[in-house]
């Protein structure tokens, strides 16, 4: 399954929560490790005055085995969404929609 995870945490953690995701990562195989983080230059959403929003997308065999690999970037102070995703290819959008609809 893909995931994508949006960490929001404050500007202050940034090198608490950087160490951690290091960690996080450096222990993955390249399957399924996202190629890059990214962070948002601006988010349409309400976030924490000087909050950083960084999103990554990756696989992962469930959402408790997401849940595990993210956790030490909480306790390092990140709040983590974990949002399962569809894959959609560029212009194959009218055919997945029918394949999923049946």
Avoid: C, H
């Avoid at 000087?50 to 696989?59: K, Q, W």
């Amino acid at each position: 399954m893909k995931f994508m995870t949006m960490s929001v945490y404050p500007v202050a953690k940034a090198a608490e929560v950087g160490k951690a995701s290091d960690k996080v990562w450096a222990g993955r195989s390249q399957e399924g490790e996202p190629p890059s983080a990214y962070v948002l230059m601006t988010v349409p959403f309400p976030v924490p005055p000087n909050s950083l929003v960084v999103v990554t997308i990756g696989e992962s065999e469930s959402a408790e085995e997401m849940a595990a690999r993210v956790y030490p970037l909480m306790v390092a102070g990140a709040t983590v969404d974990i949002i399962p995703v569809l894959e959609v290819p560029l212009g194959a959008g009218a055919e997945v929609e029918k394949k999923y609809r049946g």
